[in-house]
């Protein structure tokens, strides 16, 4: 029997080779309706690469609401009136210290500072410099953050502090990205990302979906990510709609446009950790069962930062049934 066109693909990533653009096309208008197979060529890549091996991170805010920047879905823009407060507020030290400890209870590989606002305020570093001393004096790894745009001095600062993995999106392809963002550029985002790394900040960085962008963005934010950026973890994003918020009556995605795009980065990005994060639950629904099957290598457990998600307990469950594997590092 002749191989189908996903077959021949997943065999030329299994080979090692990097798929072209047009290639990656070719999966991104795949028919919704064979979507079976395109699964089972993600999940082939992913055997290969990860075997049974899934990793959990979490997140918690460390200071929320009152951004100056308009990212079109953020209900943490100061120009959005969402249920989020219109001014920051900064999480108290004891309660990060105790997501922390959940963190490692709900045995999350990683746990990540989250702050609203376009780059991290001296106060910023201080509240992150407490947080990893109380987190040293607890005996718990230290925390990884993610607190917007990084100069070279701040990149290594934070390396100073401990974190070891920075997390920053690029959000959507270059082509799509002004339609979203006007109050910093794509550039702006490339220019924190070489920060980090030169600090020998690990990079996590992907972006949102959902936003009205065509599949030939998402094509090519994988391609940026793959070929530019080299990240070790790409989270994957699903527009959660939050009324108040530029794209408030933007339509959800449909469980298989999310696996779909799962698929895609799983072809595109063989080897990296690709993890799903926010809008996971109401986005895929019953499907999240199969995001590991699409590709997918991590996900966030616990509380999102404006939405809640699973329970830990029910994640946990659910890996467990897949016959999978929670590790703390993929080997
Ligand atoms: S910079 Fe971050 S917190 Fe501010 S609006 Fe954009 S996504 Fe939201």
């Not at 693909?9 to 080979?15: A, G, H, I, M, T």
């Not at 075997?51 to 308009?70: L, P, Q």
């Not at 701040?154 to 920053?168: D, E, K, Q, S």
């Amino acid at each position: 029997m002749s191989k189908t066109k996903i077959q021949e693909l997943s065999d030329l990533v299994l080979d090692g080779q990097a798929l072209t653009r047009e290639q990656g096309l070719v999966l991104a208008h795949w028919d919704e309706g064979r979507l079976e197979e395109l699964l089972d060529g993600a999940d082939a890549i992913r055997r290969r690469h990860f075997g049974r091996a899934v990793r959990f991170c979490s997140i918690v805010s460390g200071k929320t609401g009152g951004c100056s920047e308009d990212c079109a879905w953020c209900a943490q823009s100061g120009r959005h009136r969402t249920h989020i407060p219109e001014r920051t507020v900064r999480t108290d030290l004891d309660e990060i210290v105790r997501s922390a400890r959940q963190s490692a209870d709900n045995r999350a590989a990683c746990f990540c500072i989250v702050n609203s606002g376009r780059r991290p305020t001296q106060a910023d570093l201080e509240q992150l410099a407490a947080i990893q001393a109380r987190l040293a004096g607890e005996r718990l790894a230290p925390a990884c953050a993610s607190l917007g745009e990084l100069d070279d001095a701040t990149a290594a600062r934070l390396a100073g502090l401990g974190v070891r993995r920075y997390n920053h999106n690029l959000e959507t392809s270059r082509g799509y990205y002004a339609r979203v963002v006007s109050t910093h550029g794509y550039d702006d985002r490339l220019a924190t990302l070489r920060a980090a790394r030169k600090a020998g900040l690990e990079l996590c960085c992907g972006g949102i979906f959902g936003l009205g962008e065509r599949w030939e963005d998402r094509v090519d934010l994988a391609l940026t990510l793959r070929d530019e950026v080299r990240p070790h973890i790409v989270p994957l994003n699903f527009l959660h709609p939050i009324a108040g918020t530029r794209l408030a009556d933007r339509p959800r995605l449909g469980s298989a446009e999310c696996l779909k795009i799962i698929a895609l980065f799983r072809f595109l990005l063989p080897r990296t950790d690709l993890k799903v994060a926010g809008g996971r639950a109401v986005n895929l629904g019953a499907a999240q069962r199969d995001m590991f099957r699409a590709g997918a290598t991590s996900c966030i457990v616990g509380n999102l930062l404006t939405t809640c998600g699973p329970t830990p307990e029910e994640d946990r469950r659910m890996v467990a049934d897949l016959g999978l594997e929670l590790v703390e590092r993929f080997s």
